[in-house]
C-alpha cells in the first residue's frame, strides 16, 4: 500500500486521525515515523492557508502524498478569536490548560447566551508535485463556565454540546469523531482519498 504522511506534530490528531481514516488503501504514517522533524511556520491568515502550507511542506521533504488539517475555535463573544491562533493563544509553549484558563477568564463576563461558538477543520491533501485538495468542517456548540471531562485533547474539556448535555471531552474518542469539525471534514478527505488511489491502481476496500 502507498504510503499517506498525517503530517501533524500533535498526538491527539493523529490519534483521530488512524481512527477516522482506518479502511483506506494507504498506510498512514506520522513524522516520527518517517523520522520527519519539521514545524511549518502557519504564517496564513486563514485555517484554509495554513493547512495548505502545512501539507505542501511536508509532502515535499517526504516525497510522500500528505494530509495535514489546520482547525480551531472561534467564539462568537469574541469575535472569532482565537481563530488560527487557537494553538498559540495563551502563547507558545502554553498548556491545554493555560489556554483554556485563559479562553475562560476573556469569557468570565459573558453569559449562557452569548457563549456560542464553533470549532472549524481544514484538511489539506499534498501530492509531492505540489497539487492541492481542500475540505471542510464545522461543529457548533457552547463554551462552558468550567472545564469537565477527560476525553481528546485542546479546548474539547469547555466545548459544551447542549443538545448532548455534555462536552467534546466527556465523549469518547468515536463519538467525538462522528459529530466534530474533522470527523465531518475526514468524510471529504476519505471520498478525495479513495478518488486518489483509484489511479495508483490500488483495489478499492
Ligand atoms: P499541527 O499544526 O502540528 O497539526 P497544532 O496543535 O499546532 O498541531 P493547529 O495549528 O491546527 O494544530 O492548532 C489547532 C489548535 O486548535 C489545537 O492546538 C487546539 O488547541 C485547537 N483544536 C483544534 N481541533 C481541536 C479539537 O478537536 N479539540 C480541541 N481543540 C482543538
Redesign the pocket.
Known sequence: MPKLLVA???K??LN?YRSLLEGIPFELVSPAEERICLEVK?SGKTFEA?ATL?AKAFATVSGLLTL??????EVDALGGEPGVM??RYAGEGAS?EQ?INYLLSKLKDVPREKRTAR?R?VIAIAAPDGKVRLCSGECRGVIAFEPRGEH?????PV?YFPELGKT?AELPMDIKNRV???GKAALEARKILLEMASTYDIPLP
Do not use: I
Open positions: 501533524t506534530n500533535n491527539g490528531k483521530e502557519e495554513n502545512k495535514a488539517d489546520d482547525s480551531g475555535l487557537s494553538a491545554d489556554r470549532f477543520c481528546g485533547f485542546g479546548y474539547d466545548f467534546m466534530s469539525h474533522r
